[in-house]
Each structure stands twice: as structure tokens, then as C-alpha cells.
Nanobody
Framework: QVQLAESGGGLVQAGGSLRLSCAAS????????MGWVRQAPGKEREFVAA????????YYADSKKGRFTISRDNAKNTVYLQMNSLKPEDTAVYYC????????????????WGQGTQVTVSS
């Protein structure tokens, strides 16, 4: 069994940056696709970004390209999400997910799903 623990969320002003981390424990996830999904208050979950197990291929929601960067360190069993130029509309709970094939917005469709970390961007 794998546990995913997100950290790095918090309160930041618009235009600021945050770096989220997701540490996996229980077993190695170096051969899993890992990614981030977010859910804003009153809205549907939204795909943010994903990264291949080797880290050589990344996927982003169109609206995140250029502002968000996903990366991973398999030696540390950790995936990161660097978020720059944050906007109030980025306010959401950010969830980390891992799956052998792909990341989806439905928790139960992913092999593993974290508890989430709150990101709040003030205007």
C-alpha cells in the first residue's frame, strides 16, 4: 500500500509562488505516473499536471502551462508542483495522485490519492 502526503500549501498573495510536495511512502512509486488535481470551492475537480515515471514527459492543463511546473525525484519518492504567478482563481485543495497509467480527476480511478493541501491566493 502507498500513502501520499502533500505539503507546501498555504496562503499567498496574488502574483506569488508556492511549491507543493507529495511524498510517497509504503513502497516506491518510481514506475508510476504521478500528478496533481485540484478542487476549488463549489467547482468540479480539475486536472492540473502529470509527469511520467521517468520524469521525461509532462502534461499540463492548458491554463497552467507556463505558470506551473511539475517535477519528480524518484530517489526521494516525491513529486513537486512549482506554482508561479498565482491568481485568486488558483485557490483550491490540491491533491496528489499516482497511477500506473494516467491521472484522472476521479479519486477512485487512480491507484493512490492523497488527502490534499489547501492553497489560498488572496487578491
Amino acid at each position: 500500500q502507498v500513502q501520499l502526503a502533500e505539503s507546501g500549501g498555504g496562503l499567498v498573495q496574488a502574483g506569488g509562488s508556492l511549491r507543493l510536495s507529495c511524498a510517497a511512502s509504503g513502497r516506491a512509486v518510481s514506475n508510476y505516473v504521478m500528478g496533481w488535481v485540484r478542487q476549488a470551492p463549489g467547482k468540479e475537480r480539475e486536472f492540473v499536471a502529470a509527469i511520467s515515471w521517468r520524469g521525461d514527459t509532462t502534461y499540463y492543463a492548458d491554463s497552467k502551462k507556463g505558470r506551473f511546473t511539475i517535477s519528480r525525484d524518484n530517489a526521494k519518492n516525491t513529486v513537486y508542483l512549482q506554482m508561479n504567478s498565482l491568481k485568486p482563481e488558483d485557490t483550491a485543495v490540491y491533491y496528489c495522485a499516482a497511477d500506473p497509467r494516467r491521472i484522472t480527476t476521479r479519486a477512485h480511478d487512480n491507484a493512490y490519492w492523497g488527502q490534499g493541501t489547501q492553497v489560498t491566493v488572496s487578491s
